[in-house]
């Protein structure tokens, strides 16, 4: 049964108008506009050649100094629908930040070859979809605005030339790979033996750079692209001519956590992997997704532990667009409620649950986060998104803030995708380097 949709509708405009009240202090991957969805970034030889893949994008700085857009593989589409026909005149223009995406104190002109703004002048109309809306993208950089430092950028998209009205802002990287990054993921960490934890040791090779004080050296620490549980590095445990060394670093103990669910709404006829069946009611499809399982602590049949770790192929939390029946997916495309449910005996008295993933930016925020029903004893969430295959994950957030995984459980063995950033910042220099990536 279809059940509270209006409603529904209407909080989340709502909770997006919100949204874009908050200030621009932090940037982040995030939609400012309730009209605005399906913000994507990926490298533009994937779209060229419509591989799906769903790597996650960043740019290296070539030997020229100079990113100029001719090459695909270092070159990004940035790309989102708004939704309606109407056209609207929107423009973006690339701002540098530091390592903790604040906006750093250096001029375009030391970070941009070309002009500063330009216009989305590509977009293309929805064919055949019950939901109409229209597909902007761009490439970046490109011919007009060029890239020569490294570093952290954000994208502002903004609406009919006005700077302050920001729809939309993608966070991207450039790498000047200058150091090497050896790194290692153990199970034996330095509080548990093959239990439910994971540990990084990492070390940095930095003959290139002639560090002359270890403090001028700063590692970021993702896991699976994730927000909430992101580590900087301020100290090396050893330093070594040439090598700093992070070992025995208990800020580097990550929750090893699950492999991530996933389903496949391809289709408005068939119900895909994951999918129970597909409903046309009221002009608008709805995906509703199988049951899903607690897989941790809070399952009732299972021990402390929970259920045990299942070896499950996954994205590591990402997504695709994807329909059936066609080549031009961007624009042929549905739109779909999906209907999450999470059936829990009792509300989560110590947190909130979310529905976590990069289909929602990697944040926990008003925007995925569950209601419960204690009529139903169950979670749920209804979430408006383009066809495609999505990977998710169930997270408790704390009323300290701190995210942990009780209704997935967490184990050694699960698979996770770990980035290693490395930011240079030596006396006197006026913004963050970032000079090595090494991905796990």
């Known amino acids: 049964m279809v059940i509270g949709v209006e409603y529904m509708k209407r909080k989340l405009i709502l909770l997006l108008l919100l949204v874009s009240m908050v200030g621009y202090a932090q940037h982040r991957t995030q939609v400012m506009d309730s009209d605005i969805r399906t913000l994507r970034m990926r490298y533009t030889i994937e779209a060229l050649e419509h591989s799906g893949s769903v790597s996650r994008a960043y740019l290296v700085l070539p030997e020229s100094g100079v990113i100029d857009g001719s090459e695909a593989e270092n070159t990004l589409e940035i790309s989102f629908d708004e939704m309606s026909h109407d056209v609207h005149q929107y423009s973006y223009r690339v701002v540098h930040c530091n390592r903790d ?93 093959n239990g439910r934890y994971q540990q990084l040791d ?66 408005t006829y068939y119900a895909g992997y994951h999918v129970d069946r597909v409903q046309y009611a009221q002009g608008e499809y709805h995906a509703l997704l199988d049951i899903d399982e607690v897989r941790g602590t809070k399952n009732r049949n299972a021990g402390r532990e929970g259920l045990p770790y299942v070896t499950e192929m996954d994205a590591n939390g990402q997504w695709l667009v994807n329909c059936e029946k066609t080549d031009y997916v961007d624009t042929e495309a549905e739109y779909m409620w999906v209907h999450f449910v999470l059936p829990v005996d009792e509300y989560v008295m110590d947190g909130h649950v979310f529905v976590g993933g990069e289909a929602f930016g990697n944040q926990l925020s008003a925007l995925n986060r569950m209601a419960y029903d204690a009529e139903q004893k169950c979670y749920y ?41 490395v930011y240079y910042t030596p006396f006197g220099g006026r913004y963050d380097r970032l000079v090595g990536c090494k991905v796990l």
């Open 381 to 421: 969430l209804f979430a408006y998104l383009k066809q495609g295959g999505y990977d998710y994950m169930y997270y408790v957030m704390g009323k300290n803030g701190v995210t942990s995984l009780p209704l997935e459980g967490s184990h050694w063995q699960t698979e996770n995708a770990y980035a290693v950033w």
């Open 202 to 267: 990492i070390d940095v090779q930095t003959k290139a750079l002639n560090v002359r004080d270890a403090g001028d050296v700063k590692l970021v620490v993702e896991q699976n692209g994730r927000l909430d549980n992101q580590v900087v590095l301020e100290k090396p445990t050893f330093v070594e001519p040439n090598r700093l060394r992070y070992m025995n670093q208990k800020s580097l103990i990550f929750e090893g956590g699950n492999e991530y669910r996933h389903f496949d709404a391809y289709s």
């Open 101 to 193: 995406w604040t906006e750093s104190d250096i001029s375009s002109y030391e970070y941009v070859d070309g002009f500063t703004t330009a216009d989305v002048v590509d977009y293309e109309h929805s064919m055949n979809t019950q939901q109409a809306y229209t597909h902007y993208s761009f490439a970046f950089p490109n011919e007009d605005m060029q890239l020569k430092a490294s570093g952290n950028y954000v994208v502002q998209i903004y609406e009919d030339g006005d700077q302050d009205r920001v729809v939309a802002e993608v966070c991207l990287r450039v790498v000047e790979p200058l150091v090497g990054i050896e790194a290692n993921i153990r199970a034996n960490t330095d509080i548990e033996l």
